[in-house]
T-cell receptor
Framework: AQRVTQPEKLLSVFKGAPVELKCNYS??????LFWYVQYSRQRLQLLLRHISRESIKGFTADLNKGETSFHLKKPFAQEEDSAMYYCALRANYGQNFVFGPGTRLSVLP | DTGVSQDPRHKITKRGQNVTFRCDPISEHNRLYWYRQTLGQGPEFLTYFQNEAQLEKSRLLSDRFSAERPKGSFSTLEIQRTEQGDSAMYLCASSSRDSPYEQYFGPGTRLTVT
């Protein structure tokens, strides 16, 4: 069965510091990986997906199949990045998205 | 169109009662998803519709849960004989043919079973 883990419930960094939110998955096939973000009092929204290989709001994520990881990175954190971040996986069949438990990022001034 | 809407936003019910939630997706979106989210967890997939057809349903989903999307537009999720363990946030999301994996989420319905 597919599974997504995010080992950190809370990550605090200072403004301007690099940030890395960890995501590991278990799936034997070729998954599609996503990062979703939920800002305070807002809805869950897609941040980026590995297939598009884009940088969104300065964030990037690389799929590492050998380590089964999809860590989210940003070189210089901003206070407005403070939010809940969820990593999600979609198996290469079907529409069953599996979400991790989330990491709360707090960027301190 | 202001995005995905859900009604009600909050529901308090007594154990054993039935509840029904409604989701209105973005109008041109043909795909609709229901999720359940409990405290400290990410959304858990419940079911998926493409147009009016329910194409996937979580194996973990109790048969007390049923969902419909009769005309391929709005959807309803019904929980029969609610239990305290059903207390959660129920989220709806929709996506389009052109960007099927970019899900737009609604605000959720928070269910409390007393």
């Amino acid at each position: 069965a597919q599974r997504v883990t995010q080992p950190e419930k809370l990550l605090s960094v200072f403004k301007g510091a690099p940030v890395e939110l960890k995501c590991n998955y278990s799936y034997s096939g070729s998954p599609e990986l996503f990062w979703y973000v939920q800002y305070s009092r807002q809805r869950l929204q897609l941040l980026l997906r590995h297939i598009s290989r884009e940088s969104i709001k300065g964030f990037t994520a690389d799929l590492n199949k050998g380590e089964t990881s999809f860590h989210l990175k940003k070189p210089f954190a901003q206070e407005e990045d403070s939010a809940m971040y969820y990593c999600a996986l979609r198996a290469n069949y079907g529409q069953n998205f599996v979400f991790g438990p989330g990491t709360r990022l707090s960027v301190l001034p | 169109d202001t995005g995905v809407s859900q009604d009600p936003r909050h529901k308090i019910t007594k154990r054993g009662q039935n509840v029904t939630f409604r989701c209105d997706p973005i109008s041109e979106h043909n795909r609709l998803y229901w999720y359940r989210q409990t405290l400290g967890q990410g959304p858990e997939f419940l079911t998926y519709f493409q147009n009016e057809a329910q194409l996937e349903k979580s194996r973990l989903l109790s048969d007390r849960f049923s969902a419909e999307r009769p005309k391929g537009s709005f959807s309803t999720l019904e929980i029969q004989r609610t239990e305290q363990g059903d207390s959660a946030m129920y989220l709806c999301a929709s996506s389009s043919r052109d960007s099927p994996y970019e899900q737009y989420f609604g605000p959720g319905t928070r269910l409390t079973v007393t």
